[in-house]
């Protein structure tokens, strides 16, 4: 008789302890991601011999292109924290290639509009330093490349740029990187000059 008392006073205790975590909604919590944590911006001078020169994030590497189809002054800016690179190449001559040049970066920017919602250009005029240029900014959850650009000074130099990651396309979730690497970018194109 005993273990009948205690049964089915644990089974209402049961009862009541369900009837009363049952009053309020439940809503599941929405899918999250890492955290990610973004360094400082701080910049140093990428001056060498190359025919040109800008500042650089200090937390990033800059690594020449050794590949033998690579012209000789192509370097990729990688950013290993968030597997991303900035893939900058250059060409001389300018002046008598300088419409093929430009076709071959809209061909280039053309090939994200299968995966863009947005394309938005912002035009570079620094004519102090003879700077001249268009970024591109890609929008889109799955755009490969969200940001491109080019810059010459309509005679001699001419130098292209494209943000890939080594990751596959969420652009959603890595906003804040492309955000950050945006600014480093500016700061790029800003402190750009020919040597």
């Not at 009053?23 to 990428?46: A, C, E, W």
């Not at 000789?72 to 093929?100: G, I, Q």
């Not at 076709?103 to 620094?126: G, H, L, R, Y």
């Amino acid at each position: 008789m005993q273990r009948k008392l205690i049964f089915l006073f644990c089974f209402q205790f049961l009862l009541v302890i369900i009837f009363i975590s049952c009053q309020s909604d439940y809503s599941p919590k929405p899918r999250g991601f890492f955290r990610i944590d973004l360094p400082k911006h701080d910049y140093q001078t990428f001056d060498t011999t190359y025919p040109y020169l800008f500042d650089y994030p200090v937390y990033s590497e800059i690594v020449p292109v050794e590949d033998g189809s690579a012209g000789s002054y192509w370097v990729d800016l990688e950013f290993p924290r968030f597997k991303a690179t900035v893939h900058l190449t250059y060409k001389d001559d300018a002046e008598n290639n300088l419409n093929k040049y430009i076709d071959d970066v809209i061909s280039f920017i053309n090939k994200q509009i299968p995966k863009a919602t947005a394309i938005n250009e912002e035009i570079v005029i620094i004519p102090d330093e003879s700077v001249y240029g268009t970024l591109y900014h890609i929008e889109g959850t799955e755009a490969a490349s969200t940001l491109q650009f080019f810059l010459t000074d309509s005679v001699d130099h001419f130098l292209r740029g494209a943000l890939y990651f080594n990751v596959s396309p969420n652009n959603d979730s890595l906003a804040p990187v492309i955000k950050h690497i945006k600014t480093d970018v500016d700061h790029l194109v800003e402190t750009l000059r020919w040597q």
